[in-house]
Each structure stands twice: as structure tokens, then as C-alpha cells.
């Protein structure tokens, strides 16, 4: 069971990106799933959260009004449109899956996945 996000790279601050995550060996499409981050030298912080059906979404203060999460639970994938982008958005993001209804905390999921790096140019 793997969950495996793309889509890092360079992105000037400003600019967009948008990070893709999807499951192989078994299907996510019933459980909530989440971003992480992680910066050098700094806790894992919530980024994002989505219901199994996407009709709920949650967002770390952070990043509020700049990512938006989704999903489409028919094809498996789950996306972060990192849109404004800002230096302190950088660092290693992960995707998770919990069999919790929703999560914001990293200790309530249950599967993770190795993320891309995304770097930000000021």
C-alpha cells in the first residue's frame, strides 16, 4: 500500500503549482485524506484535509485562501493548487489517508506518502 505525491519542483513566490498524490495497492477513495509539509528544521505542519466525498475541506491558517484541496475519488487522485505562492511554502509535502471521518493532526492518519520537495524563489 503506497500513496505517492508528484508535482514538486522550483516556483517562483507568486506563482502556482499543483501537487498530485495517488494510491497504489489499494483505494482511498473512502477515506479522508490530508497535505502535510515540512520545512528544515521545523515540525510537520497541516496543510489541507478532505472528506471521502470532498464535501468538506479544511485548511491550515497558513495557507488559507491560496491552496485548495480536492479530489476525485472515482480516479483515485488527490491534488493541493498552491496558488500565491510564498518562501515560507516551501519544504517536503506529504500526502496521508485516515479511516477517521476528517483530520487536521498528523497523528490521526494512518497512511502516508513521500512527498515531492517544492522550493520557492523570492
Known amino acids: 500500500v503506497q500513496l505517492q505525491a508528484s508535482g514538486g519542483g522550483l516556483v517562483q513566490a507568486g506563482g502556482s503549482l499543483r501537487l498530485s498524490c495517488v494510491a497504489s495497492?489499494?483505494?482511498?477513495?473512502?477515506?479522508?485524506m490530508g497535505w502535510f509539509r515540512q520545512a528544515p528544521g521545523k515540525e510537520r505542519e497541516f496543510v489541507a484535509s478532505i472528506t471521502w466525498n470532498g464535501a468538506n475541506t479544511y485548511y491550515g491558517d497558513s495557507v488559507k485562501g491560496r491552496f485548495t484541496i480536492s479530489r476525485d475519488s472515482a480516479q483515485n487522485p488527490l491534488y493541493l493548487q498552491m496558488n500565491s505562492v510564498k518562501p515560507e511554502d516551501a519544504g517536503v509535502y506529504y500526502c496521508a489517508a485516515t479511516e477517521r471521518p476528517i483530520a487536521t493532526v498528523s497523528a490521526d492518519f494512518d497512511y502516508w506518502g513521500q512527498g515531492p520537495q517544492v522550493t520557492v524563489s523570492s
Open positions: 495497492g489499494r483505494t482511498f477513495s473512502n477515506y479522508a
